[in-house]
Each structure stands twice: as C-alpha cells, then as structure tokens.
T-cell receptor, first 113, second 112 residues
C-alpha cells in the first residue's frame, strides 16, 4: 500500500538533546512538508521541500533542521535550540508544490522532559 | 494569503446532514478552497477542493457562493466516525505555493 510513515508514534527525550523524527513516503511525490501542531491549534509549517536536495524554511523553522537526500525521505531534527519542542509533528507529501492535495502521515508526538 | 473564518464547534445528529460553513471574504481569483479533517491524534485527511463550481465526491459536497466569499462543506449522512476537526483552507494554484494556512477549524461532534 502506498502512503506516508512516521516513526515512532511517541517519542520522549530529555531537555538539551537533539532528536530526529523519521518520515518516509512511497507515493513517488516530489514535495514533502513538516508541520507542528500544539494542543487545540491548527498546523504550522516548519520546513518544506519541493525536490530532492532542496528545502525551504516555513513559518517556524528556528530550532529545527531537515535534509532531503532521497526523494522518499525527509527527516526532521529537533535541536536543543528549539525552546518548546513538545508537540505533535506531522509530515506530509504532495505530487508537486502546486495546488494538489497533501497526504499526511500519522504523526509523532514528541515530549521533552 | 487569504484567511478563513469557521465556527469553533458544531453538533449534528447521526444520519442527518452536517453543513459546515466557512468565510473567506479576501479570497483571490486563483485561490482554491480546500477542506481537510483531522480525527483526534491522527494526520489530517483530504476531503474535497474547488475553485468556483460546486463539487461532489464520495465523501462530501462543496458549495461555493457565486462571489466566492464563503463556502459550505456538506456531509450528507453524518456518522459517528465523522466526528473530527474540519479545516477550511484557501491556497493559490500556482507552482511553488506550498503553503496551507491551517486555522483552528470547526470541531464537529456527531451525536448518536
């Protein structure tokens, strides 16, 4: 089955540690995205990538980093510089960067202790 | 970017039609209206989108007013599994316009 996988579903880390969230898609989509969601809020864009080896900052990129070395993978690193990292992180992909639907993964809930 | 306004919450009886309104009075001519929903602790799911004509698919219908300043998502026969947060989003159709602006959406509760 085609889709987007994120792992793990729940992640706990100590304050000051970097942590990398995985996102893989087998939909052959060019564009991939990372969003953050806080309780009772909508989604906010962290980073996006329209093509392999290229990515752009979204609205709240500070304290995060990404890479796009392969079309199917777009990992997100939450660094110790991110002041409030505890949140629900969602990865998405779309065929390209135009007005097409985005397919979302199941999300990773990160808790920093 | 055009913004949207939705009611915070709505209730609907199971089996009845759920009509979810959205105002987007600053929408531009090349911006589409998209609807997504998010069931608790899952990723959002695409429902439907449209430009100016009404649209229907197996999940829902989308009614866009003639002036395009508002729209209504219709779930014709709501079930308990339709309980979710519904997001109305407007987005340009041009290449490279990656951004969805998700507001806080409408929390729909379908009652048995």
């Amino acid at each position: 089955d085609g889709g987007i996988t994120q792992s793990p579903k729940y992640l706990f880390r100590k304050e000051g540690q970097n942590v990398t969230l995985s996102c893989e898609q087998n939909l052959n989509h060019d564009a991939m995205y990372w969003y953050r969601q806080d309780p009772g809020q909508g989604l906010r864009l962290i980073y996006y990538s329209q093509i392999v080896n290229d990515f752009q900052k979204g609205d709240i990129a500070e304290g995060y980093s990404v890479s796009r070395e392969k079309k199917e993978s777009f990992p997100l690193t939450v660094t110790s510089a991110q002041k409030n990292p505890t949140a629900f992180y969602l990865c998405a992909s779309s065929i390209d960067g135009t007005a097409t639907e985005q397919f979302f993964g199941p999300g990773t809930r990160l808790t920093v202790l | 970017d055009a913004k949207t306004t939705q009611p915070t919450s709505m209730d609907c009886a199971e089996g009845r039609a759920a009509n979810l309104p959205c105002n987007h009075s600053t929408i531009s001519g090349n911006e589409y209206v998209y609807w997504y929903r998010q069931i608790h602790s899952q990723g959002p799911q695409y429902i439907i989108h449209g430009l100016k004509n009404n649209e229907t698919n197996e999940m829902a219908s989308l009614i866009i007013t003639e002036d395009r300043k508002s729209s209504t998502l219709i779930l014709p026969h709501a079930t308990l599994r339709d309980t979710a947060v519904y997001y109305c989003i407007v987005r340009p159709a041009t290449s490279g316009t990656y951004k969805y602006i998700f507001g806080t959406g409408t929390r729909l509760k379908v009652l048995a």
